[in-house]
Nanobody, 124 residues
Framework: QVQLVESGGGLVQAGGSLRLSCAASGRTFSSYYMGWFRQAPGKEREFVAAIRWSSGNLYYADSVEGRFTISGDNAKNTVYLQMNSLTPEDTAVYYC?????????????????WGQGTQVTVSS
């Protein structure tokens, strides 16, 4: 059974930083793709960033490119999202995700797994 557990969310002022963590279990994650999505109030869930540990492939949404960094620790089965230069527009529930298809982890994560989410609030 795949389990994804996020941590690290919280309240931060605009311009600040946060690092989210996602501890994964239940599969050999080095063979799969991991990613982060977010959902702001009243909006649909959207893709943020994705990583494939085995090849180092990374991909970011345009809205976070240059500010957010996704990374992973294969030995710990943990993926991170370092978020810098945060703005109020980054306020959302952030979800960790995993999928066997790159085309899915970078779009809707259809057929994949989700964590329970962690709240990130950026004050102005």
């Amino acid at each position: 059974q795949v389990q994804l557990v996020e941590s690290g969310g919280g309240l931060v002022q605009a311009g600040g930083s946060l690092r989210l963590s996602c501890a994964a279990s239940g599969r050999t994650f080095s063979s799969y793709y991991m990613g982060w999505f977010r959902q702001a109030p009243g909006k649909e869930r959207e893709f943020v960033a994705a990583i494939r540990w085995s090849s180092g492939n990374l991909y970011y949404a345009d809205s976070v490119e240059g500010r957010f960094t996704i990374s992973g620790d294969n030995a710990k089965n943990t993926v991170y999202l370092q978020m810098n230069s945060l703005t109020p527009e980054d306020t959302a529930v952030y979800y960790c995700a995993t999928n066997s298809r790159w085309s899915k982890i970078t779009t809707t994560n259809d057929g994949g797994y989700w964590g329970q989410g962690t709240q990130v609030t950026v004050s102005s």
